[in-house]
């Protein structure tokens, strides 16, 4: 058998041995030396075996020399049904609206699972945000930042980068100040605040390969695609009131569209 289809054997058998969980999450696989035994081959066969472990994400390095069982990472479903949750929450209490928040929803998870961190950045509209959002160039603008993980990985379920105008929501000064974040009840309930009710959402979805910059933060392996949610927001005026970008890692969100049909 050639060289080349000798280590995806061996691939093979250590990736059936892994999702069988023997060895399980965390565990260090055996030692070079120790597979070069196992299997009869050399050191320069084994290695390849395993680099292709490592492009599939399903072993990583751990201290030392070791390469450790990766767990699998939290699976998110977003759906279309989120916006009417969250518009519906608008009107709750406080405490409802603290207890969950979307992230929580999609995922499962509770509150006390989650960092979250947000920062925010005063800019001025480009082109391409001037046209999103249906304002001049150069109009002044909240730039926010959102960030949200499992409290046991280092990668967040997204990067989000959200556009507010700030004319429209400096009324409410607490709006423009990043340490009242995490918000109860998220954007709808931020600008409910300022008299904002959202009438739709319009959200445009496309799939690209990763940045650099963004499979680093995502922690994302090789050959793994992104999408990227283009999210425009639209109040009861017909204002764009929110423009977000959501890049949304391939290897563990589900995206799920429900439409409801009129009958007859």
Known sequence: MATGKVHERIADDLRRRILAGDPAPGDPLPGEAELCDDYGEEPAVVRRALGLLRAEGLIGSGEGSADLVRGPRRPVRRSNGRHQWEKDRVRAGVGERLSTGATERDTG????DLVFSASYNRVRADAELSR????????ELLERLYRTRHEDEPAPFD??????VVDLVEGNPDLLDETKEPWPGGTQSQLQTVGIEFDRIEERVTVRPPTAAEADELGLRAGIAVMVLHRSSIDTRGRVVEWAEVILPGDR???????????W
């Open 132 to 139: 999103v959002l249906g304002v001049p160039h150069g109009t």
């Open 253 to 263: 969100t589900e995206a799920l569209f429900t439409t409801t049909l009129e009958r």
């Open 159 to 164: 990067l989000v980068r959200s556009y507010l």
């Open 109 to 112: 998870l509770e509150v006390d």
